[in-house]
């Protein structure tokens, strides 16, 4: 176990290694070369131009403004000058509610770290049981400021018990301001959007099929009979997996031959050649660039091909519809309602905003969910509990003992007390991060295949398997010895009371290691987070590479966004820690708290500078974030009533039993209270909206706004070019993707592209046309945007 | 422990016992004096006269007809007679899907029944492991037929493994298919039905207090606003509760003026007297009938001060109010819906039908309702885990050891062979019945005080309390030793693994215990419903002393209704034992199925004959029963784990821990599939229904038809009173209730006396007269509606 001077080395590596981070991002940030890695944001708001343009050859690529290195620092008031509104206005709701929860953090442990450090520490020094133990079998010095030095059945426990009561309370109260705030806003933020798609469509999922009928025809007549005085039109749902295959294939080669074009414009003399064979290892030698330029033109035959079939075919329309309506009144109730007498049938929730639909998904059968989600919860549950196997491997070579056993060969470097220090202090934290790494990817994959239709949705449950993940690996798996299935095992054959009491032993032991976790993982995590090391490498590669016309600049750029996934689950192991251990081993706060003020710098900045949100789910998070807080009190609380009775601390579980089912109590109520402002939209407000609408007479134009907000991104393509030719006589560039086809079209639906209706069948022809012309100019960059859009 | 010879006993015991019930039913029921108690629900239907009147003076009141003495058991094919559609015509959905329940037994248990016999008693008795312990070891001879049979290790238990399987699959299947059915039949009812105020109606609660406006303001101007095409006008609430405090007390002493009045129209000599003081023993003598008439009178005036009084001041009126619209598909939008911004506003839901409200209730603001659902948590809890000390008790003394010890004196009578049997088989099933008596009443009180609107919630609830109180105390509790209490401490000190095996290991000796139940709590139990042993008694009491006119004769019948919180519990602890029992101990399902067709017969004929439902809640209860039998499913696959790994069967846990996972996902595609019938009213069933009103033109008097539907019960009085004048003209018998007074009135909403419009003072004044006059005349008659109206 580690001292307290090994943690005080560790404190120094993590401190320089961040700091190194700082300064290596204060050198390259004001460097003209790396602009568009760090004010990305800026860029892609066209609120920035490149620095570039300024300045002689050298001041192209590096700063000589010498006096600007001397404030390296200033990024940092900088990011704080924007206000909460701004922030807002500028990155969405979404980012600003991100950072609501580092704030969250300091409010609830700042106050916190501050009274259990002056009321603790003195109680649990005083008991002073450790300091009549011999040296080695304590297990460091910070237990004599922990729990642990308390002696059994004293009385002193009554203090932490009053403490965890106290904290619990705190907790709560900042909790419940918080959710009221955040509802409060994500309101506030609903009532000043302006005209969105979403506002007025609907998904409709598991349309029923009826024989001789088309979808399109069924789900018409549905809603225009349930709905008379509020529907509007419907966008159909294609099924273009083959599609999107071909897209993505076409979108490799094109990659092949401007990476050729290019080679060929910087040697003219020699035309680049290549093998047929596989991986161009062997056969017939061919000029590249004629050879994937018949490529791309096969390729393109057959992706017209496909479409037509698409469009001809009734069974590539799948059993799911965006249906819109005239006001968010009607759109509300069609959302908020069970439509039909078989409840698995016409389901109605409300369309995610365009950006944010994830397409493949839409037109899942629901008996196939119910297995889906089956399955994937039993494989969820093998992930956490066998996962864990490798890691305790490296953990226990991560021991010194157990290193010296594998690689004898170390055992003179061990030997330094200094190296010594910093494996003791460093490698366990960095061995459970590297295998963190792959995890996210894979948890991804589980929630696509669980069905889910929008991005904001994938990405939230994939923070929540991670948090199991998270809660079982990393923290009972930190905590408990043994692989995460032997902990399984242990716990089905061990009691009720048991099981609290085993972990809560051990806790005050491991603080040692959540504090170098805090500062590995942490500290030094967050610092280089602020480096963006890979998008700069790989900007910068592809700056040497690929990047020829300003656009391809701009897509080389990736600005990325919050990586909900990951920070959201690790965020909440900080508050897990925090809470475990307020009572238990205060001095560990301190570390926490210096994270999460260091960590809101870093994300303030790179939500103002650099991130740019996929979508906007308009802090649809929070009541997950609010869920787990709570339920990292109750196992805080349950683990200090499993220490306190090994403690035998006379009836201290009488005493504690009230707190959980008071927490309970608090997070029903506030479920009741504040989570409908997160899945529902009052018809108040929606009535609101509509009347304001009315009044300023917005309403006209719903129509042909609506029309093809909702395209399968197949179509999207065409749309664009037709949007560049007409886009001067409309001048409507707030409205997104408004069709000028459907103002021709007299079609009582919006579907643009229909089976069914012959009468359309020239409109078809002449959209092909234009499709055609389109591949030819610029079908490098929408097949990006299709690609993108499909995030296969 | 009982023998195979103390079963016999047991069984010959209840079946002489429910063969005297039924011999005496038959022999009662063709009686002219009982008439009334075993026909109630023809007499109410109006489709049954007195049998009295016809026959001499003896015949009025004994049958002389002998030939009908010969066919006494001929009630049971009548029973059978009437088809289930006209069940539901005859006495409601909720009935004809109780009786379905019994169906639903047979259906699951006779196959398994036959299956099981047929397989599992030869491999049991095969297996031959106790015919060779010693006589007095063997627990009983049944246990030769069940699992204990089989030795550890055997392969056998492969059969019970795919037994289970079987028998979860089969029941599934039931339940999938009765599921679907039920939800049919409660749409097909739901969409037969007329005109009916709860169509049409939504109960707001917790409507917020603005300052300068009364709740009807807020109410009206919200609803107008917000549901501009489809609000139509709303009914206030009162706080009643002073005024239904002094009905009470009315009622009481109109009760002793009426008890005077007939002892001296019976002793014309001598006029009655009593004492003025505590109970009548002390005080002055006054004339009875004098001091109950001055009474009444003055309560009468007390009476008009109050009403007055809630009239006028504006806090009487609570803040809760049932809103109309002008189509079901308002209403069905305005209840699936959030209204406001805060989730705690404005809470809609369908409203109960107008005699299923538990006024009450309707006024509990939100917070409260979190509090009270804690507080009644913890005390149900406390309940489940406390009440049975005593009963431990009584059984402990059913216990012959204890019994001779308790009771030395009783050793002789022991000694007897037929007593001895009696004893065991007989008394802990009686011991247990008594003790459950008192429960439902404290649970119904429970029930109250956690705030359900709706007497068909109330009892739903209280049937589940109940249910948890019998599978811990009379399953769990006689099952394991010790009190419940003491259980509960067993099993937080047990493994997880642990407790399904202490509870296994001890569920095949218990088998005899349970057929004894079934055939005492079951069998004679279902034998004495039908002989109506109280209501019989009360109603000849009261024909004796009380009736004195047709009405009051009509009163005394009290047909009451289904118990549901009761039946249902105790009709799922049948489940629960099959379903325990199929697999480990078949023989105890003949006994079961024997209940579930007596029980049947039993309950058609009391549906036809007797019951009258107080209210409709088109089969709500179903998914309760669907949940409970899932419930028992996953405890029957859990109990085997146990037992079969304390049987040492090599790999029966990985084979079995398959079920439970598959159970619950069956379930819960089950509650998707089926629940929002029960929960939600699909828009498509409203709008249909809406365009058949449309097209036959009845929608016209809507308003008039809803005004009062949802008068609060102390304005009821009145509205009779005035129907009863404007009969004549209206003509309308089908619609319940309208009022003559909203036809006058032009104000914009019913709420028919409103204390903010002065303009309808004129009216509240005409209003009393008629009301005075009332009093006068029936007050009697309408002040015990009033009271069975409020159920306090």
Same mark, same amino acid.
């Given at each position: 176990m580690a001292s307290l001077g090994d943690i005080g080395v560790s404190a120094l590596i993590n401190i320089l290694s961040a700091f190194a981070f700082l300064l290596a991002f204060a050198v390259l940030r004001i460097q003209p070369i790396s602009d568009r890695v760090y004010f990305t944001k800026w860029y892609i708001a066209g609120k920035r131009s490149s620095p570039r343009n300024t300045g002689g050859v050298m001041g192209k690529f590096v700063n000589l403004n010498f006096r600007t290195y001397l404030t390296f620092l200033n990024w940092m008031p900088q990011a704080l000058r924007m206000s909460e509104a701004e922030i807002i206005n500028h990155a969405g709701l979404d980012s600003a509610a991100f950072l609501r929860i580092y704030i969250l953090g300091l409010k609830i442990f700042g106050p916190i770290a501050i009274v259990a450090l002056? &009321?603790?520490?003195?109680?649990?020094?005083s008991g002073g049981m450790l300091f009549f133990l011999r040296r080695d079998l304590v297990v460091s010095n910070i237990d004599k400021l922990s729990i642990s030095n308390v002696r059994p059945k004293s009385y002193k426990f009554l203090v932490h018990i009053a403490m965890e009561y106290l904290c619990t309370f705190w907790t709560c109260y900042m909790l419940y301001r918080e959710y009221d705030r955040v509802a409060t806003m994500r309101l506030n933020f609903l009532a000043s959007q302006g005209r969105r798609p979403e506002q007025f469509t609907v998904l409709v999922r598991n349309v029923p099929q009826e024989s001789g009928r088309s &979808?399109?025809?069924?789900? /018409? $007549?549905?809603?225009?009979?349930?709905?008379?005085?509020?529907?509007?039109?419907?966008? %159909?749902?294609?099924?273009?997996k083959k599609f999107a295959k071909l897209v993505k294939k076409r979108n490799q080669l094109q990659n092949w031959l401007d990476y050729n074009q290019l080679k060929f414009e910087k040697q003219p003399s020699k035309r680049p050649t290549k093998k047929k064979g596989f991986l161009g290892l062997w056969g017939e030698k061919v000029d590249s660039i004629n050879y994937y330029k018949e490529q791309i033109k096969d390729l393109d035959t057959k992706l017209m091909m496909e479409r037509e079939r698409i469009m001809k075919d009734p069974k590539s329309v799948t059993r799911a519809a965006f249906v819109s309506f005239n006001s968010r009144w009607g759109a509300d109730v069609c959302a908020q309602t069970q439509q039909s007498k078989n409840p698995t049938l016409w389901l109605t929730n409300w369309a995610p905003e365009p950006r944010d639909v994830y397409w493949k998904n839409l037109s899942i059968p629901f008996v196939s969910l119910t297995i889906r989600r089956l399955v994937i919860s039993v494989a969820m549950f093998a992930l956490v509990f066998f996962y864990m196997i490798p890691i305790a491997f490296v953990q226990s070579l991560a021991n010194l003992e157990g290193l010296e056993r594998v690689a004898p060969f170390l055992r003179p470097l061990i030997g330094w007390k200094f190296v010594k220090s910093f494996l003791q202090g460093f490698l366990p934290g960095l061995a459970l991060k590297i295998f963190l790494f792959a995890l996210p990817i894979i948890?991804?994959?589980?929630?696509?295949?669980? +069905?889910? &239709?929008?991005?904001?949705?994938? /990405?939230?449950? =994939?923070?929540s398997k991670y948090y199991y993940f998270m809660l079982v690996n990393v923290f009972l798996g930190s905590i408990a010895t043994g692989t995460a299935f032997q902990q399984l095992h242990a716990f089905l054959h061990q009691s009720a009371t048991q099981i609290p009491r085993n972990i809560g032993i051990s806790i005050p032991m491991k603080a040692t290691f959540f504090i170098t976790y805090i500062m590995v993982d942490g500290w030094a995590g967050i610092a280089s987070e602020i480096l963006r090391l890979k998008p700069l490498v790989i900007f910068h590669l592809k700056n040497m590479f690929l990047v020829k016309t300003e656009r391809d600049l701009e897509k080389a750029m990736d600005p990325k966004s919050v990586d909900f996934p990951e920070t959201l689950p690790s965020l909440q192991l900080y508050f897990l820690l925090g809470t475990v251990y307020m009572v238990v081993t205060p001095i560990l706060l301190p570390f926490i708290l210096v994270f999460f003020a260091f960590a809101y710098f870093v994300y303030r900045h790179q939500?103002?500078?650099?991130?740019?949100?996929?979508?906007? $789910? %308009?802090?649809?998070?929070?009541?997950? &974030?609010? +869920?787990?807080?709570?339920?990292?009190?109750?196992?805080?609380? @349950? @683990?200090?009533? +499993?220490? @306190?009775?090994?403690?035998?601390?006379?009836? $201290? =579980?009488?005493? @504690?039993?009230?707190?959980p089912i008071l927490t309970l109590t608090f997070h029903k109520y506030c479920k009741n209270r504040f989570e409908p402002a997160f899945r529902k939209y009052p018809l108040e407000e929606a009535m609101t909206k509509d009347t304001q609408d009315r009044e300023s007479g917005t309403d006209v134009t719903l129509k042909t706004y609506l029309a093809n907000a909702y395209l399968h991104p197949i179509f999207r393509s065409l749309e664009e070019a037709e949007l560049a030719e007409v886009r001067v006589d409309k001048n409507e560039a707030h409205i997104a993707n408004p069709s000028p086809v459907e103002l021709k079209s007299s079609s009582p639906h919006c579907a643009y592209l229909h089976e069914n209706e012959p009468s359309e069948g020239v409109q078809v022809e002449q959209s092909q046309k234009v499709y055609h012309y389109k591949f030819e100019s610029r079908s490098n960059v929408y097949m990006y945007d299709i690609e993108s859009q499909h995030n296969v």
């Open positions: 002056l &009321v603790l520490i003195p109680v649990n020094v &979808v399109s025809d069924s789900v /018409e $007549s549905f809603f225009r009979r349930n709905h008379p005085d509020h529907y509007l039109c419907h966008q %159909a749902v294609y099924d273009a948890l991804m994959i589980m929630s696509k295949l669980e +069905g889910h &239709v929008a991005l904001s949705v994938l /990405e939230r449950r =994939t923070a939500i103002i500078n650099v991130y740019n949100q996929k979508y906007e $789910s %308009a802090a649809a998070f929070w009541p997950h &974030v609010h +869920g787990r807080i709570i339920a990292n009190l109750l196992i805080s609380q @349950l @683990l200090l009533m +499993g220490l @306190l009775s090994t403690k035998k601390a006379a009836n $201290s =579980t009488p005493l @504690l039993i009230v707190l």
